[in-house]
T-cell receptor, first 116, second 108 residues
Framework: DVKVTQSSRYLVKRTGEKVFLECVQD?????MFWYRQDPGLGLRLIYF???????EKGDIPEGYSVSREKKERFSLILESASTNQTSMYLC???????????????FGPGTRLTVL | RKEVEQDPGPFNVPEGATVAFNCTYS??????FFWYRQDCRKEPKLLMS???SGNEDGRFTAQLNRASQYISLLIRDSKLSDSATYLC?????????FGTGTRLLVSP
């Protein structure tokens, strides 16, 4: 089974703090994704990565950055946390299209971040 | 128009009922389609991929209608444990686009 893990289930931070959310997958997936999920807005893509050292902006990258130093690990960074970044953050991974016909994504358990 | 749209529900059905959800998508070039299930405060989990010919997995049937650009999920003989939010996902260029989900509540 694919396993995607995230460093924390719940996190409380203060406005202005730098926040690191870590995601690790153990299935040798090239693609990794960071989403946030808010009521009524669904899943929104923040950043994604196709390979080590590569990153692409998603739909809502403002206020976030990412790091992919190793294939299995994809980190989301909030440089200066703000209250509007309070949300559920979900990491996902998938195979690239050349290795699968459907490249479904597998999600981690999520990190519920509260910024006070 | 949103890329992927779903009726948020909730759909309230009794146990044993048949219920169907639709999901419309705007990009006619989309190639891959999925249904995910998400329980309260949990991550989405893949329920089934949607193939061009339609596919069935036990009580669940997924269909794709390319002409009208929608996918559907049919659940037969609903169980209490089917209560969840069902997200559709459509593969656009490079990434999956998710609907906001349809909430299903199955009551005794």
């Amino acid at each position: 089974d694919v396993k995607v893990t995230q460093s924390s289930r719940y996190l409380v931070k203060r406005t202005g703090e730098k926040v690191f959310l870590e995601c690790v997958q153990d299935m040798d997936h090239e693609n990794m994704f960071w989403y946030r999920q808010d009521p009524g807005l669904g899943l929104r893509l923040i950043y994604f990565s196709y390979d080590v050292k590569m990153k692409e902006k998603g739909d809502i990258p403002e206020g976030y950055s990412v790091s992919r130093e190793k294939k299995e690990r994809f980190s989301l960074i909030l440089e200066s946390a703000s209250t509007n970044q309070t949300s559920m953050y979900l990491c996902a991974s998938s195979l690239p299209p050349r290795r699968t016909n459907y490249n479904e994504q597998f999600f981690g358990p999520g990190t519920r971040l509260t910024v006070l | 128009r949103k890329e992927v749209e779903q009726d948020p529900g909730p759909f309230n059905v009794p146990e044993g009922a048949t219920v169907a959800f639709n999901c419309t998508y705007s990009n006619s070039a989309s190639q891959s389609f999925f249904w995910y299930r998400q329980d309260c405060r949990k991550e989405p989990k893949l329920l089934m991929s949607v193939y061009s010919s339609g596919n069935e997995d036990g009580r669940f049937t997924a269909q794709l209608n390319r002409a009208s650009q929608y996918i559907s999920l049919l659940i037969r003989d609903s169980k209490l444990s089917d209560s969840a939010t069902y997200l559709c996902a459509v593969k656009g260029f490079q990434k999956l686009v998710f609907g906001t989900g349809t909430r299903l509540l199955v009551s005794p």
